[in-house]
DNA sequence: GCCGTTTTCGGCCCGACTGTTTTCAGTCG
């Protein structure tokens, strides 16, 4: 199988961890990192690349040696200076350096000295008592790992779904704004830039003294354990094992702790390096020349002060939108005030429900909404039943339009299971992928491409068939898929359930530079579940998408003409 | 390892907190 986009970011980011525990140049360690960010967030596959023969050097921060590893690992499924690598250190090493508390530096101590390169090793260390005695270690280090190493397989380095993080850090967040004193309390981080999955989250509260909310902070009832606690800084870990940190700065550099705060990494220390060639500083408490601090209030000010017009939170990844934002071509994001409908709903099974559903998704702005049934099990006698209830509904129901909508499966041979005769009775066909998720990559495309042709089927249900942290991506030529789509007037569906979050990111900017139409559905089974739609609309903007780019943000009309529907 | 309207060599973002330290290294974000 050819390696993914992921499979290539994965040896780099190998290749630096085991770099930096050999202590080697930490600005080469940073190199192999950056280029992993970089490939991970491509929408082209680099695999087609190196096929079509694309100069990779033309791909920021790779140069002419990482072009020729991802060549070989391409060509080879390998990497010569990875496995060179492997044989100095042991591969498992690498799992020690998720445990909190220990960086490449203790790591190399801890192989160097004791031999140790498993949790398991370092664990009967701690119990005889060698760790304490080792240079950079003491008795406290050694107490923390013993705890780490005893949480270890339950929460390090797990990452939440973004609508879970939510549920915990928004209480936490009034709680913390309740605070005498306190002025404003947001959340910044991952969570902000809408990432569907978060590892911690970053709390960033502006107050006049910083004691009384930092203890009130450490006093949360979900507190399970207190990291560090500092003056301005602390940090916690939550009974369901989320981390968050919590910072306090004055109000006068709110805005450039939000931008600090709000990340990315990659996307912060790009915009340094352009402060830096204007002999500007840039830190959490503001933009500096010299010693005078020329910005700091506000984010707008922030950037304006280093040449640059705002730039939205989930577009903060070094992915393009620095040089966007230089030459003026930002995208004006969609919202979810621009939606008008929801193409997918499950029908529900009572009128009360429907009734319930509709009002909800009134208070949602939203004009029209498709209620799905599944094709399975449905006979045509059913079907007719329930549309004649849905015309019902609909001369009753006041100003909302509810759409006839069936979803049908994707055989493996790319037929849909489901008659021609009872998918015309339907607006709305989705044609969903629900088996064989693990087809060659060939295949897979070919499935895809062929139900996309039909035509009959309206959209392409959640495209890749991934679900957050339990199910991969489905191996497919995306690109392929997407162009597909636009040349049968197929919408991609961005699924907004939380475990879905699917077409994700990469992939809507795909679709938005082939000018392949996407409609953000929530997936909702019940009326809170339309909640959804805040999910699938970060998303859509980490995508670059525009109210344009979205069908679902066309008044209902338009959408009938678009969908050719009566 | 990458990169260059200052540069093909010499840079590469910045600060808080902790613990082990006698002035700072390591980790983290």
Redesign the pocket.
Request: hydrophobic share 45%; with cysteine; charged share 30%.
């Given at each position: 199988m050819a390696a993914s986009n992921r499979d290539i970011a994965r040896v780099f980011d190998e290749i630096a961890d085991l770099l930096e525990i050999e202590g080697d140049?930490a600005?080469?360690v940073?190199?192999?990192r950056n280029a992993a960010r970089l490939i991970e967030g491509l929408g082209v596959s680099v695999g087609d690349m190196v096929a079509k023969q694309e100069d990779l050097?033309e791909l920021?921060?790779?140069?002419?040696?990482?072009?020729a590893k991802i060549r070989e690992i391409v060509e080879t499924g390998t990497c010569a200076?990875r496995e060179e690598l492997r044989k100095k250190l042991p591969s498992t090493i690498l799992t020690l350096l998720r445990i909190?508390?220990?960086?490449?530096?203790?790591?190399q101590t801890l192989y160097r000295a004791l031999d140790i390169s498993t949790p398991e090793q370092l664990a009967a260390a701690v119990r005889e008592g060698k760790v304490?005695e080792l240079?950079?270690?003491?008795?406290?280090?050694?107490a923390?790992l013993r705890e780490a190493l005893g949480a270890a397989a339950s929460t390090a380095g797990q990452r939440f779904l973004l609508a879970a993080a939510a549920r915990e850090a928004e209480p936490l967040r009034a709680y913390l704004a309740e605070t005498p004193g306190v002025k404003q309390v947001v959340i910044a981080?991952s969570y902000r830039r809408a990432k569907e999955t978060v590892g911690?989250i970053?709390l960033l509260a502006t107050a006049r003294g910083s004691k009384a909310i930092m203890e009130r902070f450490c006093a949360y009832p979900e507190v399970k354990q207190v990291l560090?606690?500092?003056?301005?800084?602390a940090t916690v870990v939550l009974r369901s094992g989320l981390?968050v940190?919590l910072r306090v700065v004055p109000q006068s550099s709110f805005g450039a702790a939000l931008y600090y705060?709000t990340g990315s990494?990659a996307h912060?220390?790009a915009a340094?390096?352009i402060a830096?060639?204007l002999g500007l500083?840039?830190?959490?408490y503001g933009v500096f020349r010299g010693r005078r601090r020329i910005a700091g209030d506000t984010e707008e000010a922030v950037l304006r002060a280093i040449g640059l017009p705002y730039i939205p939170p989930e577009l903060r990844e070094n992915l393009g939108e620095i040089e966007a934002a230089q030459a003026g071509r930002l995208p004006d994001l969609v919202t979810p005030e621009d939606l008008r409908g929801d193409l997918r709903v499950t029908a529900p099974s009572t009128r009360a429900a429907s009734e319930a559903l509709l009002d909800a998704a009134r208070q949602h702005g939203l004009d029209y909404v498709a209620f799905v049934l599944s094709a399975r099990d449905l006979d045509p006698g059913r079907a007719a039943e329930w549309r004649a209830e849905i015309d019902r509904l609909n001369a009753r129901s006041d100003g909302i339009v509810v759409l006839k909508g069936i979803e049908v499966e994707i055989r493996e041979s790319g037929e849909l299971a489901a008659s021609e005769s009872l998918l015309s009775d339907f607006e709305i066909v989705i044609a969903a992928v629900h088996d064989r998720f693990d087809l060659p990559r060939e295949r897979q495309t070919a499935r895809l491409l062929q139900a996309i042709a039909h035509p009959a089927v309206t959209m392409l249900a959640h495209p890749t068939g991934r679900l957050i942290g339990t199910r991969p991506e489905m191996d497919l030529d995306m690109p392929a898929v997407i162009r597909a789509a636009r040349d049968h007037g197929c919408l991609l569906e961005l699924n907004a359930q939380p475990e879905r979050i699917d077409l994700p990111d990469v992939y809507c900017r795909v679709a938005k530079d082939e000018g392949a139409p996407i409609a953000i559905n929530s997936g909702a089974q019940n009326a809170a579940e339309l909640e959804n739609l805040t999910w699938g609309v970060g998303q859509a903007r980490r995508g670059w998408l525009e109210a344009r780019d979205v069908v679902n943000t066309r008044p209902l009309d338009h959408l009938r003409r678009l969908l050719r529907l009566p």
């Amino acid at each position: 199988m050819a390696a993914s986009n992921r499979d290539i970011a994965r040896v780099f980011d190998e290749i630096a961890d085991l770099l930096e525990i050999e202590g080697d140049n930490a600005f080469r360690v940073r190199a192999y990192r950056n280029a992993a960010r970089l490939i991970e967030g491509l929408g082209v596959s680099v695999g087609d690349m190196v096929a079509k023969q694309e100069d990779l050097t033309e791909l920021p921060g790779i140069g002419k040696d990482l072009a020729a590893k991802i060549r070989e690992i391409v060509e080879t499924g390998t990497c010569a200076a990875r496995e060179e690598l492997r044989k100095k250190l042991p591969s498992t090493i690498l799992t020690l350096l998720r445990i909190p508390g220990l960086g490449p530096k203790r790591v190399q101590t801890l192989y160097r000295a004791l031999d140790i390169s498993t949790p398991e090793q370092l664990a009967a260390a701690v119990r005889e008592g060698k760790v304490r005695e080792l240079p950079g270690f003491g008795e406290k280090t050694e107490a923390l790992l013993r705890e780490a190493l005893g949480a270890a397989a339950s929460t390090a380095g797990q990452r939440f779904l973004l609508a879970a993080a939510a549920r915990e850090a928004e209480p936490l967040r009034a709680y913390l704004a309740e605070t005498p004193g306190v002025k404003q309390v947001v959340i910044a981080g991952s969570y902000r830039r809408a990432k569907e999955t978060v590892g911690d989250i970053d709390l960033l509260a502006t107050a006049r003294g910083s004691k009384a909310i930092m203890e009130r902070f450490c006093a949360y009832p979900e507190v399970k354990q207190v990291l560090a606690q500092g003056d301005t800084r602390a940090t916690v870990v939550l009974r369901s094992g989320l981390q968050v940190d919590l910072r306090v700065v004055p109000q006068s550099s709110f805005g450039a702790a939000l931008y600090y705060f709000t990340g990315s990494k990659a996307h912060n220390v790009a915009a340094r390096r352009i402060a830096q060639r204007l002999g500007l500083k840039v830190n959490e408490y503001g933009v500096f020349r010299g010693r005078r601090r020329i910005a700091g209030d506000t984010e707008e000010a922030v950037l304006r002060a280093i040449g640059l017009p705002y730039i939205p939170p989930e577009l903060r990844e070094n992915l393009g939108e620095i040089e966007a934002a230089q030459a003026g071509r930002l995208p004006d994001l969609v919202t979810p005030e621009d939606l008008r409908g929801d193409l997918r709903v499950t029908a529900p099974s009572t009128r009360a429900a429907s009734e319930a559903l509709l009002d909800a998704a009134r208070q949602h702005g939203l004009d029209y909404v498709a209620f799905v049934l599944s094709a399975r099990d449905l006979d045509p006698g059913r079907a007719a039943e329930w549309r004649a209830e849905i015309d019902r509904l609909n001369a009753r129901s006041d100003g909302i339009v509810v759409l006839k909508g069936i979803e049908v499966e994707i055989r493996e041979s790319g037929e849909l299971a489901a008659s021609e005769s009872l998918l015309s009775d339907f607006e709305i066909v989705i044609a969903a992928v629900h088996d064989r998720f693990d087809l060659p990559r060939e295949r897979q495309t070919a499935r895809l491409l062929q139900a996309i042709a039909h035509p009959a089927v309206t959209m392409l249900a959640h495209p890749t068939g991934r679900l957050i942290g339990t199910r991969p991506e489905m191996d497919l030529d995306m690109p392929a898929v997407i162009r597909a789509a636009r040349d049968h007037g197929c919408l991609l569906e961005l699924n907004a359930q939380p475990e879905r979050i699917d077409l994700p990111d990469v992939y809507c900017r795909v679709a938005k530079d082939e000018g392949a139409p996407i409609a953000i559905n929530s997936g909702a089974q019940n009326a809170a579940e339309l909640e959804n739609l805040t999910w699938g609309v970060g998303q859509a903007r980490r995508g670059w998408l525009e109210a344009r780019d979205v069908v679902n943000t066309r008044p209902l009309d338009h959408l009938r003409r678009l969908l050719r529907l009566p």
